[in-house]
């Protein structure tokens, strides 16, 4: 595989920077767009780890960041921005009409699926550790959960996410999922938001990852056109 660093123009003077990883031998099945959680960025260990998987089965991945982590700030774009983001990313590939699906881990997922839920036009969409509310702890009342939209998405869906999520229980996760006209529900045994286990499960987060990545291929060929690159 090979690997191209390059940045997107989100609007004038103000780039994001993205990374493409490309199988072999140039043809692809699809490409896969992945944006990382709001504490991460574009050297995300699990979307790196990701797109090696997805490029031995023949699909690309294009990585990016949101333009406060391009400019070294902690604090997230408001959302209109993150959104555009996420516009501006999904129009840079459309010319190459290949199977397109996109997602990410957390926000960089939620993010998608909004821009998804407001119409712009992809084959899939995979959401890894959905952050559907966020954990409040002091007494105070639970957060405003994150699942308003999720009705208006039209594209087959995939939720991956820990069973110690402490941002959606199994059940919240499923109930949430059930919204979406078309989706699929994947729990990662032991797992918490990002994607650590307990010591004493016999697990590491790799192995989470490679359950998480192997899944994603499954569901990705499931779908029609991407196991033949059609």
Same mark, same amino acid.
């Given at each position: ?14 780039? *994001?920077? &993205?990374?493409? =990883?490309?199988? /072999? +031998?140039? $043809?692809?099945?699809?490409?896969? @767009?992945?944006? !990382?959680?709001? %504490? ?74 909004? *821009?998804? &839920?407001?119409? =712009?036009?992809? /084959? +899939?969409? $995979?959401?890894?550790?959905?952050? @559907?509310?966020? !954990?409040?702890? %002091? ?92």
């Amino acid at each position: 595989m090979t690997e191209e660093n390059f940045m997107i123009q989100v609007q004038e003077g103000l780039p *994001v920077s &993205a990374v493409r =990883t490309q199988p /072999d +031998g140039g $043809a692809t099945k699809g490409l896969f @767009l992945y944006a !990382p959680g709001a %504490g991460s960025n574009i050297d995300d260990p699990f979307g790196g780890y990701l797109s090696g998987r997805l490029a031995e089965s023949g699909i690309a991945t294009l990585r990016f960041q949101f333009p406060y982590m391009d400019a070294g700030r902690r604090r997230p774009d408001p959302p209109r921005l993150l959104e555009e983001t996420w516009r501006q990313v999904i129009a840079a590939v459309e010319a190459e009409g290949v199977r397109l699906a996109v997602g990410g881990r957390s926000m960089g997922g939620r993010i998608a699926s909004q *821009v998804v &839920a407001q119409g =712009t036009y992809v /084959d +899939g969409l $995979a959401l890894f550790a959905y952050p @559907l509310s966020p !954990p409040r702890g %002091g007494g105070k009342p639970p957060a405003k959960r994150r699942d308003e939209h999720l009705p208006s998405i039209g594209v087959p869906t995939l939720f991956c996410s820990g069973t110690r999520d402490a941002f959606a229980t199994p059940e919240q996760l499923k109930e949430a999922a059930a919204t979406v006209p078309v989706s699929t529900v994947h729990m990662l045994e032991g797992a918490d938001h990002g994607f650590a286990v307990l010591k004493s499960s016999g697990r590491v987060k790799e192995d989470i990852w490679r359950d998480a990545a192997g899944h994603l291929l499954d569901w990705l060929t499931g779908q029609a056109g991407w196991s033949s690159g059609g």
